[in-house]
Structures are given as structure tokens and as C-alpha cells.
């Protein structure tokens, strides 16, 4: 198995450590100068400045990296040398693992990146307290009551920062497993590379049509004004669940019907 996820390694390294630098420069540079034109209470709320686009597209974030590689080399043969040599079985693992990981790795250290820069390299904001104390008529931080998490967000927010990174990661891997299981069965790199941020478009959508919008993988991703006092903290595994269902019930499905996936190699 080492030998096997070595090898896949060596396939995607080039372009996930390209996409991690590239991903880490911006995620820094727009956590450093987006901010200023924003009233903030605290530094790592110009990390939730900077990383707002990154959010939104981290879907193809997540998936253009790294899931092209399955339909190459179904597309060029390539398994048809493998398989006599490994098991389906550990090819699929190795290679997911690597896929998952490499997606993962890219979006915790572009975001802790981004969390470092806004804490201890750009400058010191100037605080501004948007709510009014009634009793002295000055203004007063609200931050902690607001934010989700929001005494740990202002007490230790380089712990937050991490802990919220690490979990991005996990989604990031979430995301990828679903663009990998699309490129065993599915021969169109445009479906593969845009499907998993397509089905978190139409998610987001028809939760919010319906009165669930806290159970969306968006908000997941980024609960900063998410109440958990009243919806808990389960409801941010809802979309996450949801996602990794659909990743289940596509594998089944395909590897019983499909004629031209993986399976029928």
C-alpha cells in the first residue's frame, strides 16, 4: 500500500503543490487588504473578509486539482496495465486516499496560512463597535454574543482559526471524494471537474427555497453566523452527511449499471 500511495503522489504532486502555493499567496494577499475598507471587531475577522470568494468556489477548489487523474488514465488505457499488477480494490484506495488528502492538505494549509497572516502579519486593526451601550452611550463589543463560537473566536482565535481550517480540509476532502467517485464512471472532464460544485449550487439553493438553510454545506464551511445556541452544532454535519450519501448512492449505483466505468475494465 506505502508503494502504491507513493506512486499516486508522484502522479498529482506538481499540480496539488501548485495549487496549494497559488491557493496560500492568495488567500494571504486577500486577508491583508480586503479588510480595510470593513468596520471589524477583532483581526481574524479580516481572514472571513479575505477568504469570502474562496468559499464560494471552494467546490472546484477542492476538485479541479486533483480528480482529473482517474479520467486520463481511463482515457489513455492506463488501467489496463495496472490491474493485472494490483487488486481494484488497492488501486481505488491509494488512489483515493491520495485524492482526498492532496484536496484536504491543499485547503488547510491555504487557510491556516490565511489565519496566521490576519493574526501576527498584517497590521493591528483598529477596533469598531457597531452596538451602542445604553448606559454610557459608548461603543461596545458584541462580537463574543454574535459570532458562531464567538468566545473562543475572540479569546483564542488562532485556536478557532486552525480548528475551523482543519474542518474546511475535511470538506475539501468531502467535496474531492465526490468528484473522484464522478471520474470512475463518467467519460466528460467538464461533468467531472464541475459536478460537485453544480450539486452544492442546487444544495445551497433548494435549502434556502425551503426553511433549511443551516443545514447547507456553505454554511458549513463558513458558520460564522451560524446560532448554535439555538440550532446546535449537528446541524453543520447535515450538508457534509448529505454530500457524502450522495457519493454512496452514485458508487452503487454506477458500479451495477455503468458499462463504461471502472468496473468494466
Not at 35 to 60: H, K, M, N, T
Not at 70 to 78: G, S, V
Not at 180 to 208: D, K
Request: charged letters at 10%; aromatic letters at 14%; hydrophobic letters at 50%.
Amino acid at each position: 500500500m506505502r508503494n502504491l500511495l507513493l506512486l499516486e503522489w508522484n502522479k498529482l504532486k506538481r499540480p496539488v503543490l501548485a495549487t496549494l502555493v497559488l491557493l496560500t499567496l492568495s488567500v494571504c494577499i486577500m486577508t491583508s487588504t480586503l479588510y480595510r475598507s470593513y468596520s471589524l471587531e477583532a483581526d481574524l475577522e479580516s481572514w472571513e473578509v479575505g477568504i469570502a470568494i474562496i468559499v464560494f468556489l471552494f467546490p472546484l477548489i477542492s476538485v479541479i486539482p486533483v480528480c482529473w487523474l482517474m479520467y486520463f488514465e481511463r482515457k489513455d488505457h492506463f488501467l489496463m496495465y495496472t490491474l493485472p499488477r494490483v487488486s481494484r480494490k488497492r488501486y481505488l484506495t491509494a488512489k483515493w486516499i491520495v485524492v482526498a488528502g492532496s484536496s484536504g492538505l491543499i485547503m488547510f494549509v491555504s487557510m491556516a496560512a490565511g489565519v496566521i497572516t490576519a493574526l501576527y502579519i498584517k497590521p493591528d486593526i483598529v477596533p469598531f463597535y457597531a452596538v451602542v451601550d445604553p448606559t454610557t452611550g459608548q461603543g461596545a463589543p458584541s462580537l463574543e454574543l454574535h459570532h458562531f463560537m464567538g468566545s473562543l473566536f475572540v479569546k483564542h482565535p488562532l485556536i478557532y482559526g486552525l480548528l475551523l481550517s482543519l474542518w474546511q480540509g475535511v470538506l475539501s476532502a468531502v467535496v474531492a471524494t465526490m468528484g473522484f467517485v464522478i471520474s470512475l464512471y463518467i467519460t466528460n472532464i467538464f461533468i467531472i471537474l464541475t459536478g460537485p460544485f453544480l450539486y452544492i449550487m442546487l444544495e445551497n439553493f433548494l435549502l434556502q427555497l425551503f426553511p433549511l438553510r443551516q443545514y447547507r454545506i456553505y454554511l458549513s464551511f463558513n458558520p460564522a453566523h451560524h446560532d448554535a445556541s439555538k440550532l446546535g452544532y449537528s446541524a453543520l454535519l447535515a450538508g457534509p452527511a448529505l454530500a457524502l450519501l450522495l457519493t454512496g448512492l452514485m458508487f452503487v449505483y454506477y458500479s451495477r449499471t455503468s458499462r463504461n466505468g471502472f468496473d468494466a475494465l
